[in-house]
């Protein structure tokens, strides 16, 4: 089997293309570039009732690239998917480079949700998610649009739009629009084709400063919230425009 050379992959990521495989056993990878994209506009990220109580609740602990290995291998264990080896193993050195990245939920010691991604200028490409309890994926994504929103990330893109990333706040954009949220989000200019598209589905602050995935880290010590026992629920919720 070939080798996916990981800076290949990053390569791909920021010329808006991801590779996928025809499942778990498949010998060869295959570009994707779909005509419409799904994104989670960060400003628009739509929390049920129950999902907020349960977020603030902190039933379930949260942890960042705790085992990103163990993410990864939870999201292929189905019986259609489209991460193989050689792809899993490119991910994984991405992570050893610090492009990717993984949001963990656990139950007491138990993994039992969460998703993993990449990591480019203000963009986070949202790969794949897993469930094992009752909104644990939900959980997860909560996280990470808390975290991006957090460090002044400006696209998170989900690739393909699924019911259950429609209930949560995700919209299809036509490639032309992705791909100027694209350019903006790794430094260059928004093109004035699709300009009033890219508004309506960009954020409605512009990020301050350099992306940086671990502000939500040091503003959940700084508020006394990380840790077993600290009220990261609450934060993760104001973060994501939810106050009562």
Known sequence: MSHLDPRLLL???????FPMADGRDANELYWVEPRTRAI??????HLSRSLKRTIRSDVFSVTRDRDFAGVIAACADREETWINDELEHAMISLHGSGHAHSIEVWSGERLVGGLYGVKLGR?????????????ASKVALA????????????????????????????????????????????????????GGAVASVA????????????????????TGAAGADGPAGKVISQLLGVTS
Request: charged share 15%; proline share 6%; aromatic share 12%.
């Open 11 to 17: 390569q791909g990521y920021a010329s808006g293309i």
């Open 40 to 45: 989670i506009p960060l400003d628009g990220f």
């Open 123 to 135: 963009a986070f490409f949202g790969e794949s998610m897993f469930s094992r309890a009752t909104d």
């Open 143 to 194: 996280w990470l649009v808390a975290r991006l929103k957090a460090g002044n990330f400006a696209l998170l893109d989900c690739q393909f739009m699924t019911e259950h990333l429609a209930s949560l706040g995700a919209v299809n954009i036509p490639r032309e629009t992705y791909v100027a949220l694209l350019t903006a989000a790794l430094g260059g200019g928004v093109s004035a084709a699709g």
């Open 203 to 222: 954020s409605t602050v512009p990020p301050a400063g350099p992306p940086d995935f671990f502000a939500l880290d040091r503003l959940l010590e700084l």
